[in-house]
């Protein structure tokens, strides 16, 4: 399947959702720290009501071990500043879908670290700044699951 990557979460309700869809959707959910919250929080285990033991969660220490992890993988960053639409990529199973922080979004390091053609979008109304984080990953990553032909699903 696919891996979410949340870089530097600050909103445990988000990550619990987001665990919660991984344990639906197949995904594996890498967390990269620092996070802006404990694992054990109670906001994060409310969001993610009793979904956390069917879910499979990796913590990263730092973005640098997530990449020695990932090396060789194709990773696709989610940006506002992407320049091509989350449905143009033909994505692969093992494919890294990579989320920046709610209040910060993914670092100009890492951006520019990729291809244009790595960094994808979700078209929004022009006036609009972002989507919430758990919404932009539900999106993204049942796009991949579509154009897999929802493979393993019931």
Known sequence: MF?????????PQN???????ASNNGCHLHLIEPLGFELDEKKLRRA????RDLANVTVHPSYNTFLTTFAGHRIFALTTKGSRCYTAPAYE???VLLFG????????TILNSLSSDYRIRV????????LNLS?????????????????GCQ
Do not use: C
């Open 93 to 95: 199973a093992g494919d």
């Open 48 to 51: 993610s009501l009793d979904y």
């Open 135 to 151: 919404n932009t990953v539900a999106i993204v990553t049942y796009e991949a699951w579509r154009q897999q032909s929802f493979g």
């Open 3 to 11: 891996h979410i990557a949340l870089h530097e979460p600050k909103m």
């Open 101 to 108: 922080s709610e209040t910060a979004g993914l670092p100009d």
């Open 15 to 21: 990550t619990g959702n987001i665990i919660r869809l």
């Open 123 to 130: 078209p929004m109304q022009p006036n609009a700044r972002s």
